[in-house]
């Protein structure tokens, strides 16, 4: 049938750029600027101006962005962050990295996003912020969360590194909190060659603070105020981001088109339930998902038919080994546990044809049972 469906297209984005990324790329190598400087700050300008925000600050990775905003925020051990356990477990890693204690909060049934509702129980004395996650590139019920984060003097750090380019009510994932987290982790939205992500804020002084705890606490010369780490962008990653940034409207409306090609064939149907794209917010659908009973052999069934499927997430974060410490048990989250064996991520890329997808639907219908 179709041939050569790939799940997510990470070295094509490069091809697509290869000319304009290779010049810039040599250029690079012979100007010996790798760490820092000039390309970091014009790729943190232009995504920041992207945004609409006023800093951007470029760090190794988006848990790093998540942990260096916790800790620009006085955040550490004694303190607790409220976050989902429906998510990639980086999310909760950078709450312990930082040294603070991951409280979750079940996922919505409908959005799989953050149950703001839920929020009220989580709460201690302890708490200091919220990580609401954009989970799969649709922005979380901000207006609730910031609401409630308002009413109870916490910080909120926006977890967006599936929602580069996302919205909330017209404004930009990632410029609603205190601080936000962007990973450009090759196959997201927006994407480097190896591991690179950003820390984006309109709060100046909490930028510096970011900026200094990724470059080993220092903004001066040898003199190292905080106990700070290795996390800064390099100008390889820089250059690249770069020029892909430009195009990241382009292929998040390429994702959009596929979205609407799987919406159109697989909702209201009985055996397949869809996330759904709550009002005022637009996904720029890092991943796909869907919900099926038997949902193993489903996948089974697919890629006998040349099509890759994955799980985000097969296991919650509260269940994993590396949180036992926390104690939590099966149960505990039924949405996020539930969801957890039924979704599935349909292949999700910019390259995706429309009879690809059209084709991978039909072939989700006759798996399911559907016609
Ligand atoms: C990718 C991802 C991260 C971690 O980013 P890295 O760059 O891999 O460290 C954190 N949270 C979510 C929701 C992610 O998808």
Known sequence: MKKGIKFADPAGDYIELKDEIDAALLEGLEAGDYIRG???????????AYLGARHAVGVASGTDALALSL?????????????????????A??????????????????????DAGR???ALSKKTRAIIPVHLFGQPADMDKILAFAKKHGLAVVE????????????????????LSAFSFYPTKNLSAAGDAGAVVTNNAALARKVRALGGYGSLKKNIHAALGANSRLDTVQARILAIKLKRLDAWNKKRQKIAGIYDRILSERKKIRLTKIAPGRDSVYHLYVVRVRDRDR???????????????YP??????????????????FPVAEQSAQTMISLPMHPRLETGQAEFIARQVLAAVGER
């Open 298 to 312: 489903v996948m089974k069934i697919l890629e006998k038919s040349g099509i890759p499927s994955m799980v985000h």
């Open 93 to 114: 890693f950078a709450i312990a990295l930082a040294g603070a204690k991951p409280v979750f909060v079940d996922a919505r049934e409908d959005t799989l996003n953050m």
């Open 315 to 332: 296991t919650p974060i509260h269940l994993q080994p590396a949180f036992k410490y926390l104690g939590y048990k099966a149960g505990d």
């Open 159 to 178: 977890d967006a590194c599936q929602a580069h380019g996302a919205s909330f009510k017209n404004k930009k994932a990632g410029t609603l909190g205190d």
């Open 38 to 48: 000039k390309p970091v700050e014009k790729f943190e300008a232009a995504f920041a």
């Open 71 to 91: 800790r620009a925020l006085g955040i550490g051990p004694g303190h607790e962050v409220i976050t989902s356990p429906n998510s990639f477990i980086a999310t």
């Open 119 to 121: 929020l009220g129980p």
